[in-house]
Every structure is written in C-alpha cells, then in structure tokens.
C-alpha cells in the first residue's frame, strides 16, 4: 500500500540530499493531479490538508475515505502521504484519529512553552500511532486580511529545543511567506536557515510558502537541510487560468462541454504540471 507516514520519506530525503513536495489539497482534482504527478515522476509526495480543505471537503474522514481508495484506483505505488496543514492540537487529535498518515501542529501562535509542552504531548501520541509530525516554531509571513507581512525568523534556540523532543519535522520561518511574494520581498535568509540546520542535530526542515521562490534559493535550501517543501498558491494560480482559458475560449458552449469534468481536464493538467516541475527541482523525481 502506497499510503504512508512521512517518516521514511524525510529518511530517505536527507540520505540522499533532497526535498520532498508538500502539495495542498483543495479540491478532488489536486487529489487526481498529485497522485498521477507522483507516480509518473516516481516520486514520493505529502498531500498537504489546510483547516479551510478540510471543512470544504467534508472533514478529515472524509479526505482519508477519498484518498486512500483514489491510490488504489488509480494503481499508485509510489509512499503518499496524507498530512495536516497547520493543525490546532485538537484538529491534530482528530485527524489522527481519522487515518491521517502525517500531521503538523501549529502552536506558533501560542507562549513558545506552551508550543513546546503540546508538541511534547503530541511526539509521545504520533510515535504510538506510527503518524509523523511536523511541528513549527515561529510565525510564517504571508497574506492575513488583505494585509502581507514581510516573512518572520524563527529563534535558533527555540528552535534546538523543539528538534530535542524528537519531531519528525520542524517548520521554521526563514523569511518565507505563503501566497504570493510582494515584489519587496528581500528572499531567504541562508545565514539563520544555517544556524537553525546546525543546532537541530540533522532534522529535516520544512520550508512553507514554496510557491515562486527562484529555483536557486530552492536547491541552496535544501543543500542546507531543507527536506519538505509545501507549495499550494503555484497550483491555484495554474488551475484557475486553465480554468479561466477554458470559458473563455467559450468551450463551456460547445456540446457537453458545461460538463465540470471536461471544464476541470486542462485545470488537473495544469495542476500537475506544476507538481511535476517541483519535483524535478526538489530532486525527488525518479527516488520512489
Ligand atoms: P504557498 O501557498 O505560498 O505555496 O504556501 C503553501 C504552504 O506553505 C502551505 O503550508
């Protein structure tokens, strides 16, 4: 079975020096795209689940009763898997509990102590479960009503002691933000993502906002330990101008074209293409 914790993958990924792509789901298309993207670029993949995914998509049982059929539909062999996108504590339990194969909570916004007794909890829970878990330290940028923050720096030593409790994954804001990056934004900042690699001891970093950071940042990151790499706003972007270019072609007006599964067909292509790219570039093409 190709449904998998992310544990091995993150293994494999610092043996042998690259990162593994954290795709977000949002609908049952980005399912099809990343699973068909996967096992043609034989690379493993992290479906990536946001709060906002999972009340649209009907709940964490519903996500894990639609993807783990969708891989043996579509004859997948290459290790999926199914991860929480910054998770409350109890979005974590929950989705645990539902099948999730990976999660990652975000107490970033909580008293770093507080951060770090959950976390704590939670290394003890997954470790029972056979469940992999990210955990982050520090805020990540990005856009938040309409207003976009310049990225924020994770803490070194904050850092140190959340990688001392045994996560399996650690998210640590390097200046990267999520959606789309303001034309002032300054890029990654290599010195603290080296600081951060060295006081953690070798666990893989996670780097969030993946979409549209210039290729050469992305190979530096993960020569300096960067291990997983979420991407979501590139897929969107993809998916709604396939889909823009459809209805203004008129090809909704043409036969059974109105159909949504001839309106979503250049839209999943579109999605993959951009899973594939990132594959390429994150060096796990051709490692599953
Ligand atoms: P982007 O939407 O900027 O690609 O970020 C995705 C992400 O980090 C999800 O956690």
Known sequence: MAYVSATEMMQDAKKRGYAVGHFNLNNLEFIRAFLLAAEEAKSPVIL????????????????????KPFIEHLGVTVPVALHV??????????AIEAGFSSVMFDGSALPFEENLRKSAELVQLCRKKGVSLECEVGGIGGEEDGVTKLGEFADPDECRKMAELGVDMLAAGIGNIHGVYPSDWPGLRFDLLDEISRVTGGVPLVLHGGSQIPA????????LGVRKINVNTECQLAFAA??????????DRVGKGFSPRAMFALAIEAVKSVALEKMQLFGSAGKA
């Open 85 to 94: 996108d910054h998770g409350t504590y109890e979005e974590v339990l929950e």
């Open 216 to 223: 050469e940042m992305i190979q530096k990151a993960i020569a």
């Open 242 to 251: 396939a889909v823009r270019s459809y209805i203004e072609q008129g090809k």
């Open 48 to 67: 990536g689940v946001s709060s906002g995914t999972a009340k649209y998509m009907g709940g964490y049982r519903a996500i894990v009763g639609s993807v």
